[in-house]
């Protein structure tokens, strides 16, 4: 793994180990006033963007965010993470450090899978708030601002949700698809008990820097079901989780094989027996 970042217009670059085991368009807002007041402008938010062959969207992407950060009053850093991309995403991400302030590269040369490098960009971040987002730009970094407030009631993770109240997905979902969300929603529950949690697969989510610290080690899915496992522990955990609804660009583009659902109902079950064996530790 390498860690590229620009400081002060000078690039540094280091090495570092790569195991972790265990561990529609938008018009600018107003400027955001960050609900946990920066201490000796220490990092507030950390946004995090796991990436595999995105040399299309992420360039894109990184820019949206760092245009929208820029205008804000508070510390951040945007922390790309290359998850061994066969594409050129590393190196049209090393391209925009400079040019889009704050902007890290963590680069894998061997795929892990979204989960493991999303663990990766969390406990390297430093902010007070950390938050992954997709590289695709699904939910613009804007959205945000919905679920900062939460922090300042005392949720330690807050989620972007498609279902919970006040979502808007732009265009709609088709019905096979919503069908087919409906129904992982409900083995989510079954299998893993996240009862009350309507979207647990949003790639929209955020915790207090407490909380990665202690969940993040902890996670044993490197691929899948990430999500569920993350918010499995924090319930285990005790940790408050606010589900908000956000903005969702829907790529009717997409599709869902069906090898890849067989394979996250497997990493269920694993999270399943994890939880029974013990591996997650007490509650």
């Not at 002060?8 to 960050?34: C, E, H, M, Y």
């Not at 007041?37 to 360039?59: D, G, H, M």
Request: proline residues 4%.
């Amino acid at each position: 793994m390498t860690i590229r970042t620009n400081e002060a217009n000078k690039q540094t670059i280091g090495k570092s180990d790569s195991g972790l085991k265990g561990r529609a368009n938008f018009r600018p807002r107003k400027v955001f006033r960050a609900p946990v007041r920066p201490i000796n402008q220490e990092i507030f938010l950390s946004v995090v963007v796991p990436a595999y062959n995105e040399e299309q969207r992420l360039p894109k992407t990184l820019a949206a965010i760092g245009g929208y950060l820029s205008r804000q009053n508070y510390a951040y850093e945007i922390i790309a993470v290359n998850d061994g991309s066969k594409d050129e995403t590393a190196r049209v991400t090393e391209a925009l450090i400079g040019k889009v302030a704050k902007l890290k590269l963590i680069d894998n040369s061997v795929n892990h899978g979204k989960g493991y490098v999303v663990r990766q960009g969390m406990l390297a971040a430093r902010g007070q708030i950390r938050i992954f987002t997709d590289s695709d730009n699904s939910t613009p970094i804007e959205e945000i601002e919905k679920l900062l407030p939460f922090f300042r009631e005392g949720y330690d993770v807050v989620i972007g949700s498609r279902d919970a109240k006040g979502a808007v997905l732009d265009p709609p979902q088709p019905l096979i698809r919503r069908f087919l969300g409906d129904g992982w929603s409900l083995l989510t529950r079954i299998v893993v008990g996240t009862w009350g949690i309507s979207d647990t697969q949003c790639g929209f989510k955020a915790m207090t820097a407490k909380a990665a610290k202690e969940i993040m080690p902890l996670c044993r899915i490197d691929r899948f079901a990430f999500d569920p496992e993350i918010l499995l522990l924090a319930r285990m955990r005790k940790y408050r989780v606010k589900e908000v609804g956000i903005l969702w660009k829907n790529d009717t583009r997409s599709t869902v094989k069906a090898s890849s659902m067989v394979k996250m109902f497997k990493d269920l079950l694993k999270i399943r027996m994890n939880q029974i064996k013990g591996i997650y530790g007490k509650h």
